[in-house]
């Protein structure tokens, strides 16, 4: 199984200001997919951005982008423009291009970040 | 349109006990899926589902059964609770991935709110 690598517990960062948050990722498979998700305090699960590893450039989503390293296996997500709302614990999450597991995600650990004025 | 939704959202028993945890989703998706959520360890797959009628088993589907009857629905069950299936648990769905018939697997799934168990 491919497993998914957060090494980053918490990190914190001033409004306005820009933070990177760390994921690396095992896998030997050359086709797959990678999301970070968001999890505020009402526990839910909102997706942020995703990245399909045969697209070498980067997603962009508003204030969120990835650097996405493919040989590197490193899937790191920058967020722009810190605001309070940002605070949140960040999952990374690793997708199979097979159907072996259902197309089912296998996440990291997660990062939780905080936002300070 | 409601996406997924997961009931109970909380629910406290005793070891033991059983109960089921029902998922609903309005969207037609045909994969369907249960994860836990532990702290300090983020979600891993219990069990999951490509269609009506079938299901497999994931990373930690001990002391846990599924059943998907119908569609739209995905029902996760303890037959005798524990105090480590103490939880949040999240079920998830998606639409059919299949790059072979133009339909992109880099779709999200979709996540319910979550069911805090806690077992006594």
């Known amino acids: 199984a491919q497993t998914v690598t957060q090494s980053q517990p918490e990190m914190s960062v001033q409004e306005a200001e820009t933070v990177t948050l760390s994921c690396t990722y095992d896998?030997?498979?050359?086709?797959?997919?990678l999301f970070w998700y968001k999890q505020p305090p009402s526990r839910q699960m909102i997706l942020v951005i995703r990245q399909e590893a045969y697209k070498q450039q980067n997603a962009t989503e508003n204030r969120f982008s990835v650097n996405f390293q493919k040989a590197a296996k490193s899937f790191s997500l920058k967020i722009s423009d810190s605001q309070l709302g940002d605070a949140a614990m960040y999952f990374c999450a690793y997708r199979s291009a097979s159907s072996n597991s259902g197309y089912a995600l296998n996440f990291g650990k997660g990062t939780s970040l905080l936002v300070t004025p | 349109n409601a996406g997924v939704t997961q009931t109970p959202k909380f629910r406290v028993l005793k070891t033991g006990q059983s109960m089921t945890l029902l998922c609903a989703q309005d969207?037609?998706?045909?994969?369907m899926y249960w994860y836990r959520q532990d702290p300090g360890m983020g979600l891993r797959l219990i069990h999951y589902s490509v269609g009506e009628g079938t299901t497999a088993k994931g990373e930690v589907p001990d002391g846990y059964n599924v059943s998907r009857l119908k569609k739209q629905n995905f029902l996760l069950g303890l037959e005798s609770a524990a105090p480590s299936q103490t939880s949040v648990y999240f079920c998830a769905s998606s639409y059919f991935l299949s790059r072979m018939m133009g339909i992109r697997a880099n779709q999200p799934q979709h996540f319910g709110d979550g069911t805090r168990l806690s077992i006594l």
């Open positions: 896998t030997s498979e050359s086709d797959y997919y």
């Open positions: 969207m037609n998706h045909e994969y």
